[in-house]
């Protein structure tokens, strides 16, 4: 079992930028594929990022394409989301997951395969 806790949210003005860090504890971080998610008012949770577990292979929902950049660090226990060029519906709540029990190039997308969740952090772009 792993526990997740999400942070570096905050207000930020359209075109600027965040790094968000979520970090790992528990069972050995490299054993999870990890993916970011986020969830809007009143829409439901998009998938946003994801890395594999050896961090070699990561795959992006084509809205944040080319400005957000997931990445990992094993030996920190921690996965990253630096999102530059930010616009303002790129306002929620995000919450990194961990998905167990995939080889190490594998990326995960569907939230229903994802085993554990943060509580998430709240990002707010303002136009």
């Not at 993916?35 to 809007?40: M, S, V």
């Not at 995939?102 to 998430?120: C, K, L, N, P, S």
């Amino acid at each position: 079992q792993v526990q997740l806790v999400e942070s570096g949210g905050g207000l930020v003005q359209a075109g600027g930028s965040l790094r968000l860090s979520c970090a790992a504890s528990g069972r050995t971080f490299s054993s999870y594929a990890m993916g970011w998610f986020r969830q809007a008012p009143g829409k439901e949770r998009e998938f946003v990022a994801a890395v594999s577990r050896s961090g070699g292979r990561t795959y992006y929902a084509d809205s944040v394409k080319g400005r957000f950049t997931i990445s990992r660090d094993n030996a920190k226990n921690t996965v990253y989301l630096q999102m530059n060029s930010l616009k303002p519906e790129d306002t929620g709540v995000y919450f990194c997951a961990a998905a167990e029990g995939r080889d190490a190039f594998t990326v995960v997308e569907d939230g229903r395969d994802y085993d554990y969740w943060g509580q998430g952090t709240q990002v707010t772009v303002s136009s």
